[in-house]
Each structure stands twice: as structure tokens, then as C-alpha cells.
């Protein structure tokens, strides 16, 4: 099975949308959207800072960073290693990193709704 890894704070900040005015309520939209996805992977969505305490849900299991959202995501991918692992982030340097643990990378629209 798939991991799916999402940074949150990367993926709702690619629109701007009003989302810095509740952060939580926008990683909650996030792991909303995410719930409606086809079985057949792993989600697991990152939170740190003002986003944590979003709940997990079914299909979306919601991971809160202690520190940096980046270093927990790097933590989750070299976990994963060995198994099909995407990290959705538009972050470069988030990218290289998660990369030497083998893991594959997707932009933020590739799990956000479509206008």
C-alpha cells in the first residue's frame, strides 16, 4: 500500500484563500478533501503550529508535529522507506530531503480540490 504524506501547512498555503485567518479549520478542510480519496493508500497529514489538534478521521490519519512539520515529515518518510511513499509538498529543500530515503514527490494540486 501507498504512503500518502501531506504537509499540511504546504499544501493550504498554495492558495490563498483566507487560510492563515483559522489555520486549524483549513488543515480540517485538508484532511476533509483527503477523507474522499479512493482507497488504496495511506494518508497521513502533517500539522504543526496553530493546526494542531485536528483530529484524524477514517482514511486520514492526522500526524502533529512537535517541532518542525519538515523534520517530522523526513522522520515519516525514512519510516516508510522500502515501501511506495509520496510526500506532497512544494517545498524544495522538504523534497531533497525526502528523496534520500527514496520517497517520491507530488505537488500541492495533486490533492487539492479543483476550481
Keep these: 500500500m501507498?504512503?500518502?504524506i501531506v504537509d499540511a501547512a504546504n499544501v493550504v498555503g498554495s492558495v490563498p484563500d483566507g487560510w492563515w485567518r483559522d489555520r486549524r479549520a483549513a488543515a480540517e478542510?485538508?484532511?476533509d478533501w483527503l477523507a474522499l480519496r479512493e482507497a488504496g493508500e495511506e494518508i497521513i497529514l502533517v500539522v504543526e503550529g496553530a493546526a494542531r489538534g485536528v483530529p484524524s478521521v477514517p482514511g486520514v490519519?492526522?500526524?502533529e508535529a512537535p517541532?518542525?512539520?519538515d523534520d517530522r515529515i523526513v522522520?515519516?518518510?525514512a519510516a516508510h522507506a522500502g515501501r511506495g511513499c509520496v510526500v506532497v509538498t512544494a517545498d524544495r529543500e522538504l523534497r531533497e530531503r525526502v528523496r534520500a530515503y527514496g520517497a517520491e514527490c507530488a505537488g500541492p494540486r495533486s490533492v487539492r480540490p479543483q476550481d
Excluded: I, M, P
Aim: net charge positive; charged share 35%.
Design 67 to 69: 517541532g518542525s512539520g
Design 29 to 31: 478542510r485538508l484532511r
Design 75 to 77: 522522520e515519516l518518510a
Design 61 to 63: 490519519r492526522v500526524d
Design 2 to 4: 501507498t504512503v500518502l
